[in-house]
């Protein structure tokens, strides 16, 4: 279930289990219904990420479009929605699937935005300082492991592949495809000691051009030859 957005007089916008301020335990006031925030985070990255032309958007070659110009096409599409409610999203996402820059004005003008990964139109992305850990994870339907086997994770329909941090984070992305999804375990160390680029994206997300087999293993067997 997607939590509220809450917004404490003192520090911002959050969202927590309990409901209260992170910082200071102020219940605060209801900003947007669980509902709400999921269909505009979903209706925001799909414009970063998918149809910015649509949105009426405009990315430039690292993907970061105007703040102003997304705060118009949500206005445009939810009556209920604003600046504050798209500042909000942005600020509390718990995957970090946004980026934002900071203002080049008092009136906010400035401000741009971006997806942090997910992408299928054509944005380059630069590379990140982050380390890498030594494994990662990809859950999957586990009618593609003999596809996966013999090829290795492609992008398909996305710029790159997304690996997670973790099992359980690979989980919860590959039920979106199978009820009971199998989890890969990712070699990256041995992929960036032979000059494969991982990068981190977000906060539990890190992509790749590709994945080859042999440095996959999950599944009912190892996985495949490089």
Not at 74 to 94: F, L, N
Not at 190 to 199: K, N, Q, T, V
């Amino acid at each position: 279930m997607t939590e509220p957005i809450r917004n404490c007089p003192d520090h911002g916008p959050f969202a927590t289990d309990d409901d209260r301020c992170p910082r200071c335990g102020d219940e605060g006031e209801t900003l947007l219904s669980g509902d709400r925030r999921r269909r505009l985070s979903k209706y925001a990255s799909g414009a970063l990420r998918h149809f910015p032309e649509d949105a009426g958007l405009e990315l430039d070659e690292r993907g970061w479009a105007s703040l102003e110009a997304l705060v118009d096409a949500v206005e445009r599409t939810y009556d209920w929605a604003g600046a504050e409610h798209v500042a909000a999203v942005i600020a509390t996402d718990p995957k970090g699937r946004f980026e934002r820059t900071g203002s080049d004005g008092d009136d906010g003008s400035g401000d741009r935005v971006r997806a942090a990964y997910g992408h299928s139109v054509d944005v380059d992305l630069e590379p990140t300082d982050a380390p890498v850990p030594d494994e990662l994870y990809h859950g999957t339907d586990p009618s593609n492991l003999a596809s996966i086997r013999e090829s290795g994770l492609r992008p398909m329909s996305r710029q790159h592949v997304h690996l997670s941090v973790s099992p359980e984070a690979a989980r919860r992305v590959g039920r979106r495809h199978a009820s009971d999804p199998v989890v890969l375990v990712v070699d990256a160390a041995e992929m960036l000691a032979d000059g494969r680029r991982i990068a981190k994206r977000g906060r539990e997300t890190y992509t790749t051009d590709r994945v080859p087999p042999a440095y996959l293993e999950g599944g009912d067997e190892p996985v495949g030859d490089r």
